[in-house]
């Protein structure tokens, strides 16, 4: 499965001070950056062999700081961290990042967009 294959690349290469949550629904309170996988969506790429397809994950990247400025300078080393690790999978995995506020968490965060193309299997092409 797509999640799975996702997630066996991604946990390796995570620090081992930074949590790694494979699904969205949870409201822990974080006591270290959080990295929480949301699938949000497949969709059929044209230009991919028969079979296979585009799952498209979101990572929410969260630090425990609750003070603005604090989250702010914790996010932005956090953020390229991240990126980092996305690139050493594949330098074109993830498409783009956008600053959010996470509303269960009362936290800044960032959304991480991240397209994974494999098969129902997942194996990539």
Do not use: C, H
């Amino acid at each position: 499965m797509p999640r799975t294959l996702f997630m066996q690349n991604l946990q390796p290469r995570f620090p081992s001070e930074w949590r790694l949550v494979k699904y969205e629904d949870n409201s822990d309170e974080p006591d270290r950056v959080l990295v929480k996988v949301r699938q949000r969506g497949v969709s059929r790429l044209k230009e991919a062999p028969q079979g296979f397809y585009t799952t498209q994950f979101v990572l929410e990247l969260v630090t425990p700081e609750t003070d603005v400025t604090k989250a702010e300078d914790s996010l932005d080393v956090a953020l390229f961290e991240l990126l980092d690790i996305l690139d050493t999978i594949n330098p074109t995995l993830w498409q783009s990042t956008e600053k959010v506020f996470d509303a269960l968490l009362k936290r800044l965060a960032y959304d991480v967009t991240v397209n994974l193309v494999t098969n129902k299997d997942g194996q990539t092409p």
